[in-house]
């Protein structure tokens, strides 16, 4: 049987289908990044007072270019984070929900690569102050790891099966 040769009411119904399933979707997106969009508000402005503050004069050299750097991967998450709702407000009503879920999926994914990057590089910094040397590593090293196996391991496995 060729392909159009449904009756238009279920061809209109598959349609119908598929609307609701991408509504569905970019709820579901839109949902998740209110978990997310909480988290690196709140590191990128404790990050923005941190070289205000009394003891920042006192760091090394290590631990300023690790706050640079987390700095940079806070604020790249938020932009990435943030990118989904201006994508679908600056495309409201254009037909273009497929393309808006698929690149606002990319974004979130690597959004949040970098948002566990900056909490791993604000431990590492904070726990470097506190204890230096090899305990910061570690954590940072144990810290990274579990985000890298329960963000982004534990799922892509998954999708082994």
């Not at 984070?81 to 407000?89: C, D, E, G, V």
């Not at 726990?127 to 570690?138: D, H, K, P, R």
């Amino acid at each position: 049987m060729a392909e159009n040769s449904q009756p238009d009411e279920l061809r209109g119904g598959e349609d119908q289908k598929q609307h609701r399933d991408r509504d569905r979707e970019l709820i579901e997106l839109l949902n998740e990044l209110r978990v997310a969009l909480p988290g690196v508000q709140v590191l990128f402005a404790f990050l923005l007072i941190v070289p205000f503050s009394q003891g920042f004069s006192s760091v090394t050299p290590l631990q300023r270019y690790t706050y640079f750097a987390t700095l940079l991967c806070a604020a790249v998450s938020a932009v990435l984070l943030i990118a989904p709702s201006s994508h679908h407000r600056l495309l409201w009503r254009q037909h273009a929900k497929e393309e808006t879920l698929v690149t606002s999926n990319r974004l979130t994914i690597v959004g949040l690569a970098f948002l566990a990057l900056a909490m791993t590089g604000a431990v590492f910094m904070i726990t470097n102050f506190l204890f230096g040397g090899v305990l910061s590593a570690v954590v940072a090293v144990g810290l990274g790891a579990g985000f890298a196996w329960f963000w982004y391991g534990r799922p892509l496995l998954h999708l082994r099966d």
